[in-house]
């Protein structure tokens, strides 16, 4: 159906005008738009057909400024956007929380830091509240939006003592497993390649995932008198292509590693593709492992062993806590996600233990 002009002599079409063609009153109209529990399916259908007829477009006002709200959430971002957009992990984290949106008919703004701080965009940002992405709460950005009384949700960070609501996937029983699998195959020269550490925080007081998972990793050495003397540690970007250059510098120690543990699968499969171009066979030469379980840990040559955390119901219960505290209603506890070891192809026992057993 063509849409129809306004009525003759007027500019843009009114909520009056949508009004008298739906053969609704004013408030009927805004009720579609902005709460449609109040009018019947019927009706709003009826509403918004006759505003797509006459190409009204709801202006910025009503509900929202009454009520203060911007209908729309922010996630605030460690890492620009391009750096963000590269890792699959932030897709499918964001597809948890776009759910939400979806569901409850809200947009979504995602926030980089500026000039490596995050606390002018938190000042300036119009949205109702924020999820959070891998904080300390001692930083800035936490007392900026403490100040600014906006509601929000930390993702990937110390669990907070001043009530607000958390969530966060067991890094260190994870990593204590992938870690006890190889292990238990019979490696012992173990490498870990890790994201590396914010630069604005001392290693000694950075607390984030990464330090979870590697005390996982200690965890799971003891239980074979092993500790972290006993394997090297190498920090990178989280790209593929810093995967690939860590583990090529990995790669050129002496004794080689017959195993590396990589603390996310992107940088993994970069490692992957380092060692193949070194001439390397994974699992036979080198047995690699990663943490996350992107979708293509399952159809990648070979296919990666790692550790599948649940990303998108991450993502989608930081966007229903956010909902709810945005809504008044009470703050959820600290929710701790579990993992879950995933076996397959990239790892195996060591080819002397192989060869030895085969005498």
């Known amino acids: 159906m063509a849409a129809k002009d306004a009525p003759a002599g007027r500019g843009r079409a009114t909520s009056s005008d949508v009004a008298a063609a739906a053969g609704v009153s004013r408030s009927a109209v805004s009720f579609a738009f902005n709460d449609p529990a109040r009018v019947s399916t019927a009706t709003r259908e009826r509403i918004l057909a006759a505003a797509r007829d006459l190409a009204y477009t709801p202006p910025p006002s009503g509900r929202a400024v009454r009520n203060r709200r911007t209908q729309c959430l922010g996630v605030l971002l460690p890492h620009d956007i391009p750096k963000a957009m590269e890792n699959p992990y932030y897709s499918r984290f964001l597809m948890g929380i776009g759910q939400v949106c979806t569901r409850e008919g809200l947009s979504l703004q995602l926030m980089p830091p500026v000039g490596d701080s995050l606390v002018k965009v938190i000042r300036e940002a119009a949205v109702d509240g924020f999820v959070v992405c891998g904080l300390d709460t001692d930083r800035g950005e936490i007392a900026e939006l403490s100040r600014r009384a906006l509601p929000y949700v930390l993702v990937d960070s110390d669990a907070p003592d001043g009530g607000a609501a958390s969530v966060d996937v067991d890094d260190r029983d994870g990593a204590r497993h992938v870690a006890q699998h190889l292990l238990d195959l019979g490696h012992r020269r173990i490498a870990v390649l890790s994201i590396e550490h914010r630069s604005d925080q001392p290693a000694r007081t950075y607390r984030d995932p990464m330090v979870r998972r590697i005390a996982g990793i200690e965890d799971a050495l003891r239980t074979v008198g092993m500790g972290r003397r006993d394997i090297t540690v190498t920090e990178a970007p989280c790209t593929r292509m810093d995967g690939y250059r860590a583990a090529q510098a990995i790669m050129a120690a002496r004794p080689r590693p017959t195993a590396l543990i990589v603390l996310a ?14 001439g390397l066979d994974v699992p036979g030469d080198v047995s690699v492992t990663g ?19 649940p990303i998108a119901a991450k993502g989608r219960i930081a966007g229903d806590f956010l909902v709810s505290a945005i809504r008044g209603e009470d703050q959820h506890p600290h929710q701790l996600l579990h993992t879950a070891l995933i076996t397959r192809e990239s790892s195996r026992p060591p080819a002397d233990l192989i060869q030895d057993l085969s005498a």
Do not use: K, N, Y
């Not at 699968?265 to 193949?276: S, Y």
């Open 291 to 309: 943490f996350d379980d992107l979708p293509e840990a399952q159809w990648s040559r070979p296919r990666l062993t790692t550790v599948r955390q």
């Open 265 to 278: 699968d992107l940088m993994a499969f970069g490692a992957i593709d380092a060692l193949r171009d070194l």
